[in-house]
Each structure stands twice: as structure tokens, then as C-alpha cells.
């Protein structure tokens, strides 16, 4: 049984006569009772009382004709659906990032991309671990990723966007708020808010790689997943900080920012995507990202 099948004989059933419904469905007429015919057999039951002068529906035609015309309103409401989501989707962009990306990149990237394309919906996401981009990439939970590590395998590629130096952030209070660097051996001896290593993998381990070289144990008195509050932490004189360049922009008042030695201590951001697949609406957004990044 096809769709096909279901549709000729609601036609003829509608018009109960041969020669209209072939017109309706542009068949001929023979065309149209072999359809007609093969629907029956294949239910085993007579729907129509053919003559040569009159066509009717018989007893299980007349229940059937029901249950024809519900299925083929069902089936054109799900292809309507299909094709209402997918022309969405072509306007539905779903972003996921690091909160460097949420917080200072992705408005300006809006701001500039809703110039050209204002109508376009983007739903964000906050998501900090880059294992976890990965799997939403790959399934389709979102479109475009910020994250610190590159990501490339068969289905995901990534660009680097820029790379940001990792700074000290001190309370003005603390005398070594006026040095114009500060290496592991400096702040040594120094009360430490910390990132757990889960949160902050590449932070977590820029801290604990100095002091291993120096073979001393860092002081760390708390540990703190949000940058937001690790700065009030700072600001209140718990301790110092590492943090990537860009919190500065969302420091409170009472805070230093020393660069940090060696110089190689950065911290990269990527945009990731899909290889394939990609809207035209999503590539657009990925070309104005590539601009505001630059």
C-alpha cells in the first residue's frame, strides 16, 4: 500500500466517478482503476461497486475512506512540519563557549552579524568543558562552539581565534600590585584562589606547573569555578589569582592585573564547527566571527 493508492481512492470516493477523480489526480482512467484495484486486493476487500453507469462504496469502503483520508492528513501535516522545521533551522543558530566567548566576544559578534541578518534566532549555550562541544557539534545540539583546546576529527574542524596572556590579579593593597611582572617565585609565598582542576583544566594547570618547577607547593586557600567571584575574592584580600587578560574588562574596583611570567603562559580560543552540514546562514555567522576576532 501507498500513498498514491490512499489518495486515488479518496478521489473516487469524494467524486464517485472515475473520470472526475482521474482529472482531479491528472490519471488516466484505467490508470486510476488499476490503483484502485491493486489497494483492494492488497486489503483484501471490496471498497467500490463499480457499474457502468454508477460507482459507490461498499460497507468497508465507507469505514475505510475514514481512516484514508485521516492518514493522508496526518502525512501532510508531518512533511508541513518537516519543512516548517528545516526552513527554521536555516534561521535557528545555536552557539556554545567558553565564558570569555559568552561574555566578550559573542555580543559584538551579534551585534555586527544582526546588521545583515537581523531576523536570525541564536540560542546560547555556556558549556565549559571542550569534550562537551565536541559531542554537541556532532550531534546537532549546536552549531558553533568557542573553546580553549582545538578540536579536529572526521567530523569537527576548528580555527584559532587569538591568543590572550595570563595575568596576576592582585588586590591594590598588596605590595607586589606595582611590579611590573610576576613569576611563580614571586608570588611564592602568597594566599592562592585557585580553579578546580576539572573547571579550569588550562588555568589550573599554568598555576600548578610553576610551582612544580620550583619544587614548593602553592598556598591555596579556596578554589573557585566562576571568574566573577574569584575577582571578589581577590578584591577582598583572600589572595591572589591567575587569570586569563580579558577579566580585567569585568573587574570590580579594587583590583590589580600583573602579567605573568614566562611570557608563553596564554591562553588560546577556538571557534569549532561542523565539516559538513552547515547552513549558509551558519557559515555567515562563522565569517563575522573570524572578522570580529581579528
Same mark, same amino acid.
Not at 72 to 94: F, K, Y
Not at 182 to 194: A, R
Not at 247 to 265: L, Q, R, S
Given at each position: 500500500?501507498?500513498?498514491?493508492?490512499?489518495?486515488?481512492?479518496?478521489?473516487?470516493?469524494?467524486?464517485?466517478?472515475?473520470?472526475?477523480?482521474?482529472?482531479?489526480?491528472?490519471?488516466?482512467?484505467?490508470?486510476?482503476?488499476?490503483?484502485?484495484?491493486?489497494?483492494?486486493?492488497?486489503?483484501?476487500?471490496?471498497?467500490?461497486?463499480?457499474?457502468?453507469?454508477?460507482?459507490?462504496?461498499?460497507?468497508?469502503?465507507?469505514?475505510?475512506?475514514?481512516?484514508?483520508?485521516?492518514?493522508?492528513?496526518?502525512?501532510?501535516?508531518?512533511?508541513?512540519?518537516?519543512?516548517?522545521?528545516?526552513?527554521?533551522?536555516?534561521?535557528?543558530?545555536?552557539?556554545?563557549?567558553?565564558?570569555?566567548?559568552?561574555?566578550?566576544?559573542?555580543?559584538?559578534?551579534?551585534?555586527?552579524?544582526?546588521?545583515?541578518?537581523?531576523?536570525?534566532?541564536?540560542?546560547?549555550?555556556?558549556?565549559?568543558?571542550?569534550?562537551?562541544?565536541?559531542?554537541?557539534?556532532?550531534?546537532?545540539?549546536?552549531?558553533?562552539?568557542?573553546?580553549?583546546?582545538?578540536?579536529?576529527?572526521?567530523?569537527?574542524?576548528?580555527?584559532?581565534?587569538?591568543? *590572550? %596572556? $595570563? !595575568?596576576?590579579?592582585?588586590?591594590? +593593597?598588596? =605590595?607586589?600590585?606595582?611590579? #611590573?611582572?610576576? &613569576?611563580?617565585?614571586?608570588?611564592?609565598? *602568597? %594566599? $592562592? !584562589?585557585?580553579?578546580?582542576?576539572? +573547571?579550569? =583544566?588550562?588555568?589550573?594547570? #599554568?598555576?600548578? &606547573?610553576?610551582?612544580?618547577?620550583?619544587?614548593?607547593?602553592?598556598?591555596?586557600?579556596?578554589?573557585?569555578?566562576?571568574?566573577?567571584?574569584?575577582?571578589?575574592?581577590?578584591?577582598?584580600?583572600?589572595?591572589?589569582?591567575?587569570?586569563?587578560?580579558?577579566?580585567?574588562?569585568?573587574?570590580?574596583?579594587?583590583?590589580?592585573?600583573?602579567?605573568?611570567?614566562?611570557?608563553?603562559?596564554?591562553?588560546?580560543?577556538?571557534?569549532?564547527?561542523?565539516?559538513?552540514?552547515?547552513?549558509?546562514?551558519?557559515?555567515?555567522?562563522?565569517?563575522?566571527?573570524?572578522?570580529?576576532?581579528?
Amino acid at each position: 500500500m501507498d500513498i498514491r493508492q490512499l489518495e486515488c481512492f479518496v478521489a473516487v470516493a469524494d467524486e464517485l466517478h472515475f473520470r472526475r477523480a482521474g482529472e482531479r489526480l491528472g490519471l488516466s482512467q484505467s490508470a486510476l482503476s488499476e490503483r484502485i484495484s491493486a489497494l483492494e486486493h492488497e486489503l483484501g476487500a471490496r471498497l467500490l461497486f463499480r457499474t457502468t453507469r454508477q460507482v459507490s462504496l461498499t460497507q468497508a469502503g465507507s469505514e475505510f475512506i475514514l481512516d484514508a483520508k485521516r492518514i493522508l492528513t496526518d502525512i501532510e501535516r508531518s512533511v508541513s512540519n518537516v519543512r516548517h522545521t528545516a526552513e527554521s533551522d536555516l534561521r535557528h543558530i545555536r552557539v556554545s563557549g567558553v565564558d570569555e566567548a559568552i561574555s566578550m566576544l559573542l555580543p559584538r559578534t551579534l551585534l555586527a552579524f544582526r546588521q545583515t541578518d537581523p531576523k536570525v534566532h541564536v540560542q546560547v549555550l555556556e558549556i565549559s568543558s571542550s569534550e562537551q562541544h565536541s559531542q554537541e557539534l556532532i550531534g546537532h545540539r549546536t552549531d558553533v562552539a568557542f573553546v580553549r583546546t582545538p578540536l579536529d576529527d572526521e567530523f569537527i574542524t576548528s580555527e584559532l581565534l587569538h591568543r *590572550q %596572556p $595570563i !595575568v596576576v590579579v592582585l588586590a591594590n +593593597a598588596n =605590595p607586589l600590585s606595582g611590579a #611590573a611582572s610576576l &613569576s611563580t617565585s614571586d608570588i611564592v609565598d *602568597q %594566599p $592562592i !584562589v585557585g580553579y578546580p582542576k576539572h +573547571a579550569r =583544566p588550562i588555568l589550573h594547570e #599554568a598555576l600548578w &606547573s610553576g610551582f612544580r618547577q620550583i619544587g614548593v607547593q602553592p598556598n591555596i586557600v579556596c578554589e573557585i569555578i566562576d571568574k566573577s567571584t574569584l575577582l571578589q575574592f581577590v578584591a577582598h584580600g583572600l589572595g591572589i589569582a591567575l587569570a586569563p587578560a580579558w577579566v580585567k574588562n569585568i573587574a570590580p574596583p579594587g583590583v590589580t592585573f600583573v602579567p605573568f611570567e614566562p611570557c608563553e603562559n596564554r591562553i588560546d580560543l577556538y571557534v569549532a564547527f561542523r565539516k559538513s552540514g552547515n547552513s549558509d546562514t551558519i557559515k555567515s555567522f562563522i565569517d563575522t566571527v573570524r572578522t570580529i576576532a581579528v
